[in-house]
């Protein structure tokens, strides 16, 4: 059965896609479960991140990755694992590995580790020899408030040292880096990190639907969202093309009249 056409939405880029991206959070899915949320929701998908360490024990990384190359959507190995390997000093096997293992891109954080921002990009400009790199700025503590001076220099260094896009902060409960802790969104951080690189450059952390909502209002159907459930990548699309209450008006504004 063909797609409707008959409603006026607002357009949106086709794939592959490099603005209006939606990432997604896998937090050790098994295969099934992969296979279920993609039958859904792979139009919608332009990045997989495999989350904190989980395709480092995830004995269903091969095949999720083939499902991935299937469906033309990006592998992204998450930040935390490749802090730990920094710690310990397995930078370039953790990096060897993934490349063996057909990973396409893979994010460079200092989220949890005592990295300084000057080792952070030299970890950046040695992944970047091999992978497409997504950076990530922004602390998962959220008693670890940066400045907006700070996320307007670490995004702006990043970019400069061969980051693709960068991503600001939210973790997976939306409740630190662009968030307090009750979820509300600090407006001066989103502010200052679009200073930095411009918002087509941004990746934002919106787990939760109020923060999507939010970010889909103010930057348009086409921002870059991230950290989003595997099983919400439709919905997260109904934000986007106004189906959805929470953005209805916005969307019905940015279309001619």
Request: hydrophobic share 45%; charged share 25%; net charge neutral.
């Amino acid at each position: 059965m063909s797609s409707p056409a008959f409603l006026a939405l607002p357009e949106r880029s086709p794939k592959p896609r490099t603005v209006g991206l939606t990432h997604v959070l896998d937090k050790g899915l098994t295969l099934e479960a992969a296979r279920s949320a993609l039958a859904a929701g792979a139009p919608h998908v332009d990045i997989w991140k495999f989350g904190w360490g989980t395709a480092y024990l995830d004995k269903a990384l091969p095949a999720k990755l083939e499902l991935l190359r299937t469906y033309g959507i990006r592998s992204c190995l998450g930040g935390t694992l490749l802090e730990v390997s920094w710690v310990q000093g397995k930078v370039q096997q953790c990096l060897d590995w993934a490349a063996d293992v057909g990973i396409d891109s893979v994010e460079v954080s200092r989220g949890v580790a005592a990295m300084t921002l000057t080792e952070k990009h030299e970890l950046l400009r040695r992944a970047a020899q091999l992978f497409v790199v997504i950076s990530e700025v922004g602390r998962k503590n959220p008693e670890q408030v940066l400045t907006a001076e700070q996320w307007t220099h670490e995004v702006a260094g990043d970019l400069a040292a061969g980051a693709r896009w960068v991503i600001t902060e939210g973790r997976e409960s939306g409740t630190a880096g662009i968030y307090r802790n009750d979820g509300s969104i600090r407006t001066d951080a989103v502010a200052a990190a679009v200073r930095g690189g411009g918002v087509d450059r941004l990746l934002f952390e919106a787990p939760r639907k109020d923060q999507q909502a939010w970010l889909i209002r103010t930057f348009g159907p086409e921002v870059n969202l991230a950290n989003i459930a595997t099983d919400d990548a439709l919905a997260l699309e109904t934000l986007r093309l106004g189906l959805r209450a929470d953005t209805f008006d916005g969307a019905r504004r940015r279309l001619p009249a």
